[in-house]
């Protein structure tokens, strides 16, 4: 069993690596291609105004732990009648965030937007017409939920691999539409990207009612059923509502003082940044299900085991690919975009700290989701609102906008020691050897892998051999080390 178990994590894995190559390989072209036909302000405008949308993400975010969490735990149980049940209720579910979504975004986001945002009255009226194409890029998204979170709970890694193909050969079919059009290039945009998300949407759904029994709607809701699961929502969404409160508020608070183009600037690093740590969401999205699928049978043993590889091997496949960023950022910015907006290396240089933290943060989310005792989101929320206050007080003192992400990496390492802290309470474990074995495992790595290539770097030309050879030297540190 393990070893059969061992191959679909590492088939998974595999399927969804070649899923993140595709992607970020498009993705370093169009990104390129689109800021430099849409111009600093209106790809500042574009992310910022999605944005404010996001800043809605709060009502669905929950929704994606527990649809995902209750429809493995079932499978793990082998309860075909109970899946059934638990994938018709997470619909309804959704229909009714999408509705209270909708009463939300076209009231107090759209005042928001055209009283509080700083966006040129020239861009105003196409500013309005990206925030309604992203609602109806967002409700596609989150009435896509049960049927994505069915895939990951089957274990069906490999269909993610071919529609994000699909997805990606579509915005570039979008990129050269942009560059040969006349009309408002951003509304087009925004207009385009729905349209993709929503051929998406229907080819997931598609697939999973031609494979997946349980994902047929039945009007059979179980009241208890529903009631557990608003429940785990409810507290899965008071920690959830901190990450996109933060990362949105912050956003804002960067556009009030300094306007859409340093927004801009944290948009490429956000978006540099999430193509790198694809590769390692991808392998803990593989591991995800077996955590769940071990607790549900009852052999913890064997799930603290996978918690601890899979947080410690999250950090060390990120390294790879985070050291020779870090190292020559500025170089690799100016390569792939030409033209540079104003603070993006500093920004790109500590959102990669954080997402290495991250790294090792998610397998451990993940085994007290299991459990299904989520009070400590409460815990989690309170530390990730801190962000915003204390940003505001650092950006209204006269400080540069990424000091924010000073203040980000502190705030993330005291959410890893609580969610560490809370699951030792649910499950007990050695707190000391996680923290040694893990933690500090992977920090010795970084500072001793860092070393070598740091100060060769200074006598290596910024030249494109010149960064493939710095490749090869982080990467033999690494391994080394």
């Given at each position: 069993?393990?070893?059969?178990?061992?191959?679909?994590?590492?088939?998974?894995?595999?399927?969804?690596?070649?899923?993140t190559?595709?992607?970020?390989?498009?993705?370093?072209?169009?990104?390129?291609?689109?800021?430099?036909?849409?111009?600093?302000?209106?790809?500042?405008?574009?992310?910022?105004?999605?944005?404010?949308?996001?800043?809605?993400?709060?009502?669905?975010?929950?929704m994606?732990?527990?649809?995902?969490?209750?429809?493995?735990?079932?499978?793990?149980?082998?309860?075909?009648?109970?899946l059934?049940?638990?994938?018709?209720?997470?619909?309804?579910?959704?229909?009714?965030?999408?509705?209270?979504?909708?009463?939300?975004a076209?009231?107090?986001?759209?005042?928001?937007?055209?009283?509080?945002?700083n966006?040129?009255t020239?861009?105003?009226?196409?500013?309005?017409?990206?925030?309604?194409?992203?609602?109806?890029?967002?409700?596609?998204?989150?009435?896509?939920?049960?049927?994505?979170?069915?895939?990951?709970?089957?274990?069906?890694?490999?269909?993610?691999?071919?529609?994000?193909?699909?997805?990606?050969i579509?915005q570039?079919?979008?990129?050269?539409?942009?560059?040969?059009?006349?009309?408002?290039?951003?509304?087009?945009?925004?207009?385009?990207?729905?349209?993709?998300?929503?051929?998406?949407?229907?080819?997931?759904?598609?697939?999973c009612?031609?494979?997946?029994?349980?994902?047929?709607?039945?009007?059979?809701?179980?009241?208890?059923?529903?009631?557990?699961?608003l429940?785990?929502?409810?507290?899965?969404?008071?920690?959830?509502?901190?990450?996109?409160?933060?990362?949105?508020?912050?956003?804002?608070?960067?556009n009030?003082?300094?306007?859409?183009?340093?927004?801009?600037?944290?948009?490429v690093?956000?978006?540099?940044?999430?193509?790198?740590?694809?590769?390692?969401?991808?392998?803990?999205?593989?591991?995800?299900?077996?955590?769940?699928?071990?607790?549900?049978?009852?052999?913890?043993?064997?799930?603290?085991?996978?918690?601890?590889?899979?947080?410690?091997?999250?950090?060390?496949?990120?390294?790879?690919?985070?050291?020779?960023?870090?190292?020559?950022?500025?170089?690799?910015?100016?390569?792939?975009?030409?033209?540079?907006?104003?603070?993006?290396?500093?920004?790109?240089?500590?959102?990669?700290?954080?997402?290495?933290?991250?790294?090792?943060?998610?397998p451990?989310?993940?085994?007290?989701?299991a459990?299904?005792?989520?009070?400590?989101?409460?815990?989690?929320?309170?530390?990730?609102?801190?962000?915003?206050?204390?940003?505001?007080?650092?950006?209204?003192?006269?400080?540069?906008?990424?000091?924010?992400?000073?203040?980000?990496?502190?705030?993330?390492?005291?959410?890893?020691?609580?969610?560490?802290?809370?699951?030792?309470?649910?499950i007990?474990?050695?707190?000391?050897?996680?923290?040694?074995?893990?933690?500090?495992?992977?920090?010795?790595?970084?500072?001793?892998?860092?070393?070598?290539?740091?100060?060769?770097?200074?006598?290596i030309?910024?030249?494109?051999t010149?960064?493939?050879?710095?490749?090869?030297?982080?990467?033999s540190?690494?391994?080394?080390?």
């Amino acid at each position: 069993m393990s070893h059969n178990t061992n191959k679909r994590i590492a088939q998974n894995t595999l399927f969804l690596y070649f899923r993140t190559l595709v992607i970020l390989l498009v993705s370093l072209y169009t990104s390129r291609v689109v800021l430099n036909v849409l111009g600093i302000d209106d790809y500042g405008i574009y992310n910022v105004v999605g944005g404010i949308v996001l800043m809605f993400q709060f009502l669905n975010v929950g929704m994606i732990d527990v649809s995902q969490r209750f429809l493995t735990y079932e499978l793990g149980k082998n309860d075909g009648q109970q899946l059934q049940k638990v994938f018709s209720t997470s619909l309804i579910i959704h229909l009714i965030i999408i509705f209270f979504l909708l009463i939300l975004a076209e009231t107090v986001g759209l005042w928001f937007l055209n009283h509080k945002m700083n966006i040129p009255t020239s861009r105003i009226i196409a500013a309005n017409w990206v925030f309604q194409f992203s609602i109806l890029t967002f409700i596609i998204k989150i009435f896509s939920v049960p049927y994505n979170a069915s895939i990951v709970a089957h274990e069906h890694m490999k269909v993610y691999a071919y529609v994000s193909i699909l997805e990606v050969i579509l915005q570039l079919a979008i990129v050269f539409l942009l560059k040969g059009s006349a009309s408002d290039k951003l509304i087009l945009y925004a207009i385009l990207m729905s349209f993709v998300t929503l051929l998406v949407s229907i080819t997931y759904t598609l697939y999973c009612k031609k494979y997946f029994k349980e994902c047929k709607f039945r009007n059979d809701i179980d009241k208890q059923l529903l009631h557990k699961m608003l429940s785990f929502a409810g507290w899965s969404f008071l920690g959830n509502i901190g990450y996109s409160l933060k990362m949105q508020g912050i956003n804002i608070l960067i556009n009030l003082f300094f306007g859409p183009a340093v927004n801009a600037a944290r948009g490429v690093a956000y978006q540099v940044n999430a193509g790198i740590y694809n590769f390692v969401s991808n392998f803990q999205i593989a591991m995800k299900p077996q955590i769940t699928k071990r607790y549900a049978m009852g052999d913890t043993n064997s799930m603290m085991v996978l918690v601890h590889n899979s947080s410690r091997y999250s950090f060390f496949l990120l390294l790879y690919l985070t050291l020779p960023v870090l190292i020559k950022t500025p170089y690799i910015l100016h390569l792939w975009l030409g033209i540079v907006p104003e603070y993006t290396v500093m920004f790109l240089r500590l959102v990669l700290i954080v997402t290495l933290i991250n790294s090792i943060t998610g397998p451990v989310a993940t085994a007290i989701q299991a459990k299904g005792k989520i009070l400590f989101q409460t815990i989690i929320l309170v530390i990730t609102l801190l962000d915003i206050p204390i940003s505001y007080i650092v950006l209204k003192s006269g400080y540069p906008p990424y000091t924010v992400m000073y203040i980000s990496i502190l705030t993330e390492l005291i959410a890893l020691i609580a969610r560490i802290w809370i699951l030792n309470a649910l499950i007990p474990m050695h707190i000391s050897n996680f923290i040694i074995e893990v933690i500090g495992r992977s920090l010795l790595v970084f500072i001793l892998a860092a070393i070598i290539p740091t100060g060769l770097s200074q006598y290596i030309p910024d030249t494109f051999t010149g960064f493939i050879l710095i490749c090869i030297i982080t990467v033999s540190s690494t391994t080394i080390v």
